[in-house]
């Protein structure tokens, strides 16, 4: 049986500026993926043209798009320039969150807000808007974090932020059932990259690296392969969060 490939599917990715996402559309790319490149600020702009260079250079095709994925308007409009540049859309893959690291007692009601803006409303209108723009046959893939399957404190607001996004793609999966559109998340586990070092200190890096198999944070270049597979060989997973961290948590 022939191998399903990305050779002229297009790819709307939130956040792919840097890190994970701009990883993941240079792991796309080679297939002739076209990659809608997302990001958030005039400050990843020049990184994000750079990913879309990479993304060309590997033999896809890509533009870019700046937009404030927590305002609705601007997710849709993501997903117009997506239509106007090529055609269709086929798959999206939604990388953008932030994390907060502190107490549930010293956690402004700013701070909760800002958080659930970011990884739940943002989340849930990049999956709605998909599941109207996408192509049947289509993948969904939202980027979580492990710590769904922890028992920890001080990331109430950042976990609790991401765990809705569960309920959400099993419900969007069932929905869309007649249409085989796939939709999954992908939990890492703490990722070595820049956006997980501010919120912590060395003893809780020492901890986090020795709750994996092989005493390490995630690695990017680990989880962006799964992506690849989920949007393609692996579109027979549909509703499931996918643990990927090295045992750190199990579930």
Same mark, same amino acid.
């Given at each position: ?6 050779? $002229? ?6 956040? =792919? ?12 790319a ?17 990184k %994000?043209?750079?990913?879309? @260079? ?19 308007a ?7 320039? !997506? *239509? ?7 798959? *999206?893959?939604?990388? !953008? ?6 107490? *549930?007692?010293e ?7 800002k *958080?659930? @803006?970011?990884? /739940?409303? @943002? !989340? ?11 192509? $049947?046959?289509g ?9 769904? %399957? @922890? ?6 607001v950042?976990?609790?932020s ?8 099993? !419900? ?14 992908? =939990? ?14 060395? $003893? ?9 198999m ?7 270049e ?9 949007? /393609? ?19």
């Amino acid at each position: 049986m022939p191998g399903r490939t990305l050779q $002229d599917k297009v790819v709307v990715i939130g956040g =792919a500026s840097r890190n994970l996402g701009s990883l993941i559309a240079k792991e796309c790319a080679p297939d002739g993926a076209k990659i809608v490149v997302h990001y958030n600020s005039d400050s990843s702009r020049g990184k %994000a043209e750079q990913t879309a @260079a990479d993304v060309q250079k590997l033999g896809g095709d890509a533009i870019t798009h700046q937009g404030d994925l927590t305002k609705v308007a601007e997710v849709e409009r993501l997903f117009d320039a !997506a *239509m106007e540049a090529f055609g269709e859309v086929h798959c *999206m893959v939604n990388t !953008a969150g932030m994390v907060i690291k502190k107490p *549930m007692v010293e956690t402004s009601e700013e701070e909760f807000d800002k *958080m659930f @803006a970011v990884n /739940t409303k @943002a !989340a849930y209108f990049m999956m709605r808007e998909a599941a109207k723009r996408l192509q $049947d046959g289509g993948k969904i893939i939202t980027i979580v974090t492990s710590l769904l %399957a @922890a028992y920890t404190g001080l990331y109430s607001v950042y976990a609790g932020s991401k765990s809705p996004v569960e309920h959400f793609t099993r !419900a969007l999966s069932k929905e869309l059932f007649g249409r085989n559109i796939s939709v999954n998340n992908v =939990a890492p586990g703490p990722m070595d990259t820049p956006f997980f070092y501010p919120a912590e200190t060395d $003893d809780s890096i020492a901890y986090h690296k020795s709750s994996a198999m092989n005493g390490e944070l995630t690695k990017i270049e680990d989880i962006a392969p799964l992506v690849k597979f989920l949007l /393609t060989d692996g579109w027979w997973l549909n509703g499931q969060t996918v643990f990927a961290n090295g045992g750190y948590t199990t579930r």
